[in-house]
């Protein structure tokens, strides 16, 4: 059974994790789980680094191939997908944001994990607009790489 499934949050042993190798190179976690017939991340990724057995499957990403180049990131509609690259003590998080308003690059914003709880401020990096969600990285302390998932403007 997902933890998820007992406490609604995701957590890291519910999906695929990358070695710190594939982290420094910087590559997309697919943060979805749910059995859903859905496939948009597939068709949006130039190096076909995702794959699902069936459209119901969970959506499995080959690390090897993966760019991180976070063209998969705005058309979840789950919001569940993620690029990850650590440099140096540092992580960059690219990550999909539907609210309003949107931050600038320079900005410092409140950093919040996967249950909303704040961990701490992000640097933001880059902002671009993916169809109607944007997609923003943020620079945190790389040890929440895996932990912080979304912001507080
Ligand atoms: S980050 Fe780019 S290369 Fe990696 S899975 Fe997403 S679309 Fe494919
Ligand atoms: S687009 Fe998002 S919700 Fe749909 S299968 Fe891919 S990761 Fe899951």
């Known amino acids: ?12 042993k519910d999906f695929q994790i ?36 069936d459209i119901n499957a969970p959506p499995m990403n080959d690390f090897e191939k993966c760019i991180g180049c976070t063209k998969c990131v705005g058309v ?21 944001y539907e609210f309003v308003p949107v931050p600038k690059v320079g900005d410092t914003v409140q950093a919040l994990d996967r249950t909303g709880s704040l961990r701490g401020t992000a640097l933001v990096k880059k902002v671009i607009k993916q169809g109607k969600t ?20």
């Not at 059974?1 to 890291?12: A, F, N, V």
């Open 1 to 12: 059974m997902h933890q998820y499934e007992k406490t609604g949050i995701l957590c890291t």
């Open 18 to 53: 990358p070695s710190e190798e594939q982290l420094k190179k910087g590559v997309a976690i697919l943060e979805c789980v749910q059995e859903i017939p859905c496939n948009p991340c597939v068709a949006s990724c130039p190096v076909h680094a995702i794959s699902m057995k």
């Open 76 to 96: 979840c509609p789950g919001l569940a997908i993620f690029v990850i690259k650590k440099v140096g003590k540092k992580a960059w998080v690219t990550l999909p």
């Open 134 to 153: 944007m997609v923003i990285t943020i620079e945190i302390e790389s040890t929440f790489a895996m932990d912080i998932r979304n912001i507080r403007v």
